[in-house]
């Protein structure tokens, strides 16, 4: 496959020039525009085959709009925000502190339409555990307010607070519903969620 040809979409001026410079000596991917979000309905026109997004401040209405046309790899900060784009439809997760060669990875995997998650996130790509009659249909009316509260990014303490219940019970709640989900991290559980439609981020 010739070298991917890429679009960088983000709302911050210089983290769009600062990824057009990481990649600019490169000969494995071509760099075509950088635009903001409001800009994307240039993106046909471009023809381009993927889209590195700088998610740092982009909405999911916006990605979900543009992984509709084209796959994208998100470059992040952390977990949460993976969970987020990746409910969103991205294709691919970076973090910010990836170097040229992994983002160019991540962007030729995508253009071939596989999926490309960072090496502490790859637990997130396991099949989903077999049902015991446990999974999704298994959770109670009160683990699905918790999970609606966990897709908020709310900390035990704070659920707790919003129930009106223990910050015990509301640890119980969430490693239930890790447990029901087969997720290993509450970020998984969200991902996992969103994915079957349970939650919307």
């Known amino acids: 496959m010739e070298a991917p040809r890429t679009v960088i979409v983000g709302d911050d001026p210089l983290a769009r020039a600062g990824l057009a410079s990481l990649l600019a000596d490169r000969n494995d991917v071509a760099v075509l525009a950088s635009l903001s979000p409001r800009e994307r309905g240039t993106l046909a026109a471009l023809h381009a085959d993927v889209v590195l997004l700088d998610a740092a401040a982009a909405e999911p209405d916006d990605l979900r709009e543009i992984a509709s046309a084209l796959p994208v790899v998100a470059v992040v900060t952390g977990e949460a925000q993976a969970a987020e784009v990746l409910a969103a439809g991205a294709r691919a997760v970076v973090f910010r502190d990836a170097g040229a060669d992994r983002i160019t990875a991540a962007l030729v995997a995508a253009a071939r339409g596989l999926v490309a998650l960072e090496a502490s996130l790859s637990a997130w790509l396991r099949p989903p555990a077999p049902s015991t009659g446990r999974d999704v249909e298994g959770l109670t009316p009160r683990e699905r307010e918790v999970l609606a509260l966990l ?5 035990n303490k704070t659920i707790a607070q919003r129930l009106g ?12 519903i890790l447990g029901k989900l087969g997720a290993e991290s509450r970020s998984e ?12 981020l």
Do not use: D, N, Q
């Open 189 to 200: 559980a969200i991902v996992i969620a969103a994915r079957r439609g349970m939650i919307a």
């Open 165 to 176: 219940t223990s910050e015990r019970t509301a640890k119980f709640h969430v490693e239930s």
């Open 151 to 155: 897709a908020e990014g709310l900390a």
